[in-house]
């Protein structure tokens, strides 16, 4: 019982810190694209993206995650990020990976790219053996022009180069250039 009372404190404290710092770059793509169609979030590339940046968020926040502990918060900071309710992110997750779909992969790398970028800069910023993430700068990391322009060169571009539209053989989304 005390196991399962820790680890959802640990869920919980994973999830917030994932929606903190993801949710305000988000709301900036929001704003400057005029909207993100829910069926973008399903996109492969999309998926791979917002997912590796919760879990490597998550284990930036509190260590050692991993099994249904790290799949929990991976489905529920996706629901809070996006605004959609899937009981099957974590599914999907599961197919692209074990598909080798390229467009995951990517979205997974450029995830990891666009991480050490936001934790290099807050490595110095080590307080009580956790990392700062730029929560607590003089400039909020959403602000920083380096990581707002890899951002949009990620996350923004891919959404204004690729329109999404179901394929009616596959449940998935894939990706059709303009």
């Known amino acids: 019982m005390l196991r399962w009372v820790l680890d959802l404190s640990r869920v919980r404290k994973a999830r917030k810190a994932a929606y903190a710092v993801i949710s305000p770059m988000v709301a900036r793509s929001r704003s400057r694209l005029g909207a993100i169609p829910d069926a973008a979030w399903t996109n492969p590339y999309l998926v791979g993206f917002i997912v590796m940046l919760i879990t490597i968020i ?5 260590g050692r995650i991993e099994g249904q ?3 929990l918060v991976q489905a529920r900071s996706w629901e809070d990020i996006t605004g959609i309710k899937s009981d099957l992110i974590g599914e999907e997750v599961l197919l692209l990976n074990a598909e080798r779909n ?6 997974c790398h450029n995830a990891t790219r666009f991480a050490s970028l936001l934790i290099e800069n807050s490595i110095l910023g080590l307080q009580n053996r956790q990392f700062d993430l730029g929560m607590n700068a003089d400039i909020p990391w959403p602000e920083r022009d380096d990581l707002c322009s890899l951002w949009e060169q990620m996350f923004d571009a891919y959404i204004g180069a690729h329109s999404c539209e179901i394929d009616p053989g596959r449940d998935r989304i894939p990706i059709v250039s303009l």
């Open 58 to 62: 998550a284990k930036m926040e509190i």
């Open 69 to 71: 502990a790290l799949c």
């Open 102 to 107: 390229r467009d995951f992969e990517n979205g």
